[in-house]
């Protein structure tokens, strides 16, 4: 039984939810979010709680009961908060700046590298190194960082790249010198 599907989701002040079905609809101040419940679960709302419940007592039931939750619970906290990445580039001469919607970078290749966010994303940046993606679909904040960095990877030998805020880079010994 999952601990996570039993979970109430409290809708906070500001937030409008309406469900319809299987269709669960969260209005904000950052937006709209509709997530689609599969039909082996039930949604709920009373008095400005969500909860969930199972309708069969298969073993896929088991398994979606705390996903749909989850991302009920992220559209709700999406549209309310919105959600953020940040990443680092290092690197000599790496850097990245805006061109009105557009994120130009700089990443050592001979040509730069740009990325569109789609409707939604907004990116900005910090001293040419810092990107920070917002937006109020968790996945889709998740989806453009990660495209973002996977443009250039942080490297193990002098840890050059792109990088999440925080990321551990595991660096590796360079080839010794001769004796």
């Known amino acids: 039984m999952s601990r996570i ?3 109430p989701i409290e809708v906070p002040q500001g937030v409008e939810v309406k ?12 937006g709209t979010e509709t997530v689609t419940v599969r039909p082996e679960i039930a949604v709920k709302l009373d008095n400005g709680v969500l909860t969930l419940e199972k309708v069969g007592t298969s073993r896929e039931t088991d398994a979606l009961y705390g996903l749909s939750r989850t991302l009920v619970a992220n559209a ?13 580039i290092n690197g000599v ?9 557009t994120l130009n970078m700089a990443l050592g290749y001979s040509h730069p590298v740009n990325i569109e966010p789609p409707e939604g994303i907004t ?8 990107i920070t993606v917002k937006g109020a679909n968790k996945q889709m904040v998740g ?10 990877p942080p490297e193990v030998y002098k840890g050059k790249g792109v990088k999440y805020e925080g990321e ?12």
Do not use: H, W
């Open 5 to 7: 599907g039993k979970k």
């Open 19 to 30: 469900v319809e079905g299987q269709t669960v609809t969260a209005k904000g101040p950052l």
């Open 76 to 88: 709700v906290t999406g549209v309310k908060d919105g959600f953020v990445k940040k990443l680092e």
């Open 93 to 101: 001469g790496y850097r990245a700046q805006m061109q009105g919607k």
């Open 123 to 130: 990116i900005t940046v910090e001293n040419n190194t810092n």
């Open 143 to 152: 989806d453009i960082a990660a495209l973002i960095r996977s443009k250039r």
């Open 168 to 179: 551990y880079i595991r660096r590796k010994v360079g080839k010794a010198g001769k004796k």
